[in-house]
C-alpha cells in the first residue's frame, strides 16, 4: 500500500467523536429517542412497565426491610428516601449495565457504517436518563402524599442527576470497550454492581455508616470513664440514648467518611437531603456527612476522573472496535 493510500486510510478510520460536533450529538439523540420509543412498541401499558421493576423492588424491600429487619422505622419518610434511592440507583444500573454489551449489540452497524463510535455508550446513558425524568414523577407524588412540601432545594436534583449521568457514562464507556477485549467484564461487573448496591445507602440512612452499637445522646453530655457512663455535664445525670441523631449530632468515624467518599454514596445522600429534609442529623448533605465542602472534592473529583478515563479509554480503542468483535 503506498503512502498516500495509508495516510487516507488512517485519516477515514472510525474514531470516538468524529470531525462534526452537531453531527455527533443528533445521532446520540436520534439513537437514545429510538431505543426509548422502541422499548414500549406494541406495548399496551407502555410507560408503565418501566416503572414496575424500580416499584416492586421498592414493595420488597419495604417490607422485608422495616417489617422483619426495623430498618427506617425510626427515620421520617423513610419510604421517600428508599424509593429516590432505588430511582437513581435503577437509573446508575441500567445505563452502566447497558453499555456492556452495546457494541456487540451494534455490531451489524459498526462493520456497515462510519459514525463516532462513541454515539453508541452515550445513547445508552441519554435512554436511561429519558427513563428515569418519567421514573422521578413517583417519587415526587409520593412526597406529596406523604406531606413534603416542594422547596427550592428540590432543584438540586438536577446536578445531582446530571453528575450520576457523568459517572454512569464514564463506567459506560469504559465497560462498553473491555467487553470487547475480555467477556469477563459482565460478570465482574454484575458483582461489583451488587458490592456497590450494597455499601451505598440506598436501603439505609447515612447515618447506618457509624458503627451498629454507636448510639446518639443529647447535647451537654460526655463519657465519664469512672463511671463507664455518658453524663449531662450540667444536670449530672445519665444521658438518654437515640438510635437516631439528635439535631446535627451526626459524626460518622473513619470508615463512615471513607464509604461517603463513594460518588454514589454522596450522590443520593445529597438527593435525599434536597428532597426530603430533615435536619443534619437524619438526612445530611455530602458535604455535612464528608465533614466538610472541601472533602466533597473527593467524590466529584472521582466522578470526573471516571469520566476523562472512560473518554481517554475507548478513543484509544475506538479505530479497533469493528476488527476486535
Not at 443528533?26 to 408503565?48: H, P
Not at 414493595?59 to 422485608?64: I, P
Not at 426495623?70 to 432505588?86: A, F, Q, R
Not at 446513558?125 to 414523577?137: H, K, R
Request: aromatic share 14%.
Amino acid at each position: 500500500m503506498s503512502i498516500p493510500e495509508q495516510a487516507e486510510g488512517k485519516r477515514y478510520s472510525p474514531s470516538a467523536f468524529g470531525d462534526d460536533l452537531r453531527r455527533f450529538v443528533s445521532l446520540t439523540y436520534t439513537l437514545a429517542s429510538t431505543d426509548f420509543k422502541l422499548t414500549y412498541f406494541n406495548s399496551i401499558l407502555g410507560y408503565f412497565w418501566s416503572l414496575m421493576r424500580p416499584l416492586l423492588f421498592f414493595g420488597v424491600l419495604y417490607f422485608v426491610f422495616t417489617d422483619i429487619f426495623h430498618v427506617g422505622t425510626d427515620v421520617p419518610n423513610y419510604s421517600v428516601e428508599l424509593l429516590l434511592g432505588i430511582i437513581l440507583w435503577t437509573f446508575f444500573l441500567q445505563a452502566t449495565t447497558g453499555s456492556v454489551q452495546a457494541m456487540l449489540s451494534r455490531e451489524g452497524l459498526l462493520r456497515k457504517m462510519r459514525f463516532p463510535r462513541l454515539v453508541v455508550p452515550l445513547a445508552i446513558t441519554l435512554t436511561a436518563l429519558f427513563q428515569l425524568t418519567t421514573n422521578l414523577i413517583p417519587i415526587f407524588v409520593l412526597a406529596l402524599i406523604r406531606g413534603i412540601a416542594p422547596t427550592w432545594s428540590w432543584l438540586e436534583l438536577i446536578p445531582v442527576v446530571v453528575l450520576l449521568a457523568i459517572l454512569a457514562a464514564g463506567i459506560g464507556m469504559l465497560l462498553s470497550v473491555l467487553y470487547i477485549r475480555a467477556r469477563d467484564i459482565q460478570p465482574i461487573w454484575d458483582v461489583l454492581s451488587q458490592l456497590l448496591f450494597y455499601a451505598s445507602p440506598i436501603i439505609y440512612p447515612v447515618y447506618y455508616y457509624n458503627h451498629h452499637t454507636l448510639n446518639y445522646y443529647g447535647p451537654h453530655c460526655v463519657f465519664n470513664s469512672l463511671s463507664d457512663t455518658v453524663l449531662n455535664t450540667v444536670t449530672g445525670k445519665v444521658c438518654a440514648t437515640s438510635s437516631v441523631p439528635v439535631g446535627n449530632n451526626l459524626h460518622l468515624h473513619f470508615i463512615g467518611h471513607f464509604l461517603m467518599t463513594n460518588p454514589i454514596a454522596a450522590l443520593i445522600a445529597q438527593a435525599r437531603h434536597a428532597l426530603v429534609g430533615g435536619g443534619e442529623g437524619v438526612n445530611p448533605s455530602a458535604a455535612f456527612a464528608l465533614g466538610g465542602w472541601e472533602f466533597a472534592l473527593i467524590p466529584l473529583g472521582i466522578i470526573l476522573a471516571v469520566f476523562a478515563l472512560g473518554v481517554v479509554v475507548f478513543h484509544h480503542e475506538a479505530p479497533r472496535i469493528s476488527e476486535n468483535l
